[in-house]
């Protein structure tokens, strides 16, 4: 158990739909950080947040967004969902300054 | 550019040691991390290692470094059918993002 919460754990969407997926941090924690996880692959790096500021993006399209609240939770929000969206999306959260970062157990999102 | 790269399975059988290999391409990465993934959960961290040790050992674990040819292993001791997962790789880029191998299938014969 490390104390970072993501819900929904599974949710089914159509091509073309958008998804809001959320992620409750550790206590603490004042950066969080979203990772796409395709079938067979190891996690890609989405973007980070670190006090309510995006300060990293890996290589993914604008339609992939995300927001850090003032109680350090987040969301990732995806629009124009399309057929290679159907991932496992992962949260992780840290302490400023700490190396370890704490792992969700993810959302897997389907897209039909 | 960033690259990790692992193999993709390795069969042991309980009670042998298992090593799983990575190698990585970026050299100003200052940590390296090892990650456990069981079945439909995230990921657990297992071990990581600052960029100027060689080595670190952690009850079964030892994980070997060697910055030259940006080689890492992690090596697992008296392996369970527990240890069966799949194992990946991560090192630490700019702005502290983790870049992840494609992950090593570990399965423990009984």
């Known amino acids: 158990e490390t104390g970072v919460t993501q819900s929904p754990t599974h949710l089914i969407k159509t091509r073309g739909q958008q998804v809001t997926l959320r992620c409750s941090s550790q206590s603490g924690h004042n950066t969080v950080s979203w990772y796409q996880q395709a079938l067979g692959q190891g996690p890609q790096f989405i973007f980070q947040y670190y006090r309510e500021e995006e300060n990293g993006r890996g290589n993914f399209p604008p339609r992939f967004s995300g927001l850090q609240f003032p109680n350090y939770s987040s969301e990732l929000n995806v629009n124009a969902l399309e057929l290679d969206d159907s991932a496992l999306y992962l949260c992780?959260?840290?302490?400023?300054?700490?190396?370890?970062?704490?792992f969700g157990q993810g959302t897997r999102l389907t897209v039909v | 550019g960033e690259d990790v790269e692992q193999s993709l399975f390795l069969s042991v059988r309980e009670g042998d040691s298992s090593v799983i290999n990575c190698t990585y391409t970026?050299?100003?990465?200052?940590?390296l991390y090892w990650y456990k993934q069981e079945p439909g959960a995230g990921l657990q961290l297992l071990t990581y290692i600052f960029s100027n040790m060689d080595m670190k050992q952690d009850q079964r674990l030892t994980v070997l470094l060697n910055k030259k040819d940006k080689h890492l292993s992690l090596r697992i001791a008296d392996t369970q059918t527990g240890d069966s997962a799949i194992y990946f790789c991560a090192e630490e880029g700019a702005t502290n993002k983790l870049i992840f191998g494609t992950g090593t299938l570990l399965a423990v014969q009984p």
């Open positions: 992780a959260s840290r302490r400023d300054g700490n190396t370890e970062a704490f």
């Open positions: 970026d050299s100003s990465s200052t940590y």
